[in-house]
C-alpha cells in the first residue's frame, strides 16, 4: 500500500506489487481526470470508473489500459449513454445508446452502429431498420491521402409498437 506523488502533478494511492501499481488504487491525472479500480502490472485492468477532464465517465471493465469488455460510458454535455460492448477502446458489439426520449438499440462495428437494431421513442413506438455502410464512390484522380469512410447510414424499415428484440436474438 502507497501513494506516490508525481512531478507533473499527478497522484497515484493504492496498492503496489514489485514496484508497479498491482490491485486496487486510485490514479489522479494532471488533467484533471481519474481512475479509481483495479490495476495489473502498471495497466488499467479489470473493473474500474475513469471520470474524463471534460466530465465523461467510463464505468466498467478494462484491459491494457483500454475500455474493453461490457462497460457504460456517459457523455456529460449530452446526457447520453453508451451501455455495451468494447473493444481496445472502441464501441464493438451489442449496445444501446441512450438519449433523452429516445434511443437505439442494436450493434456497433469500430465505434458506429451497423447492421439491424432499432430505435425505441418514449412515446411508445419503434422503427425497425438498419444501419448500412455506404459505398465509396471511386474518383479518377489520384490522392495524396485516402478518402474518409463514409457514416453508416440508416434506412428504415418499418414502425412498430414496443417489441422485445435484442442483437443478440440474431447470434
Request: aromatic share 16%; with cysteine; proline share 6%.
Amino acid at each position: 500500500q502507497g501513494t506516490y506523488r508525481f512531478k507533473n502533478g499527478a497522484l497515484y494511492t493504492g496498492n503496489y506489487l514489485q514496484n508497479k501499481k498491482h490491485g486496487k488504487g486510485v490514479f489522479f491525472y494532471p488533467d484533471g481526470s481519474k481512475y479509481a479500480g483495479d490495476w495489473v502490472h502498471d495497466q488499467r485492468q479489470g473493473y474500474g470508473e475513469y471520470l474524463y477532464a471534460n466530465g465523461d465517465t467510463y464505468t466498467g471493465e478494462w484491459a491494457n489500459n483500454k475500455r474493453h469488455g461490457q462497460g457504460t460510458y456517459v457523455y456529460k454535455d449530452t446526457g447520453s449513454k453508451y451501455v455495451g460492448c468494447w473493444v481496445n477502446g472502441i464501441q464493438d458489439g451489442p449496445a444501446e445508446l441512450i438519449h433523452q426520449n429516445y434511443r437505439f438499440k442494436g450493434r456497433f462495428l469500430n465505434g458506429k452502429p451497423l447492421g439491424r437494431g432499432k430505435f425505441i421513442f418514449d412515446i411508445g413506438c419503434e422503427q425497425h431498420g438498419e444501419y448500412i455502410q455506404p459505398v465509396q464512390e471511386k474518383e479518377e484522380e489520384d490522392e495524396e491521402e485516402p478518402p474518409l469512410p463514409l457514416e453508416p447510414k440508416w434506412k428504415a424499415s418499418d414502425i412498430t409498437k414496443l417489441t422485445p428484440w435484442s442483437p443478440h436474438d440474431e447470434e
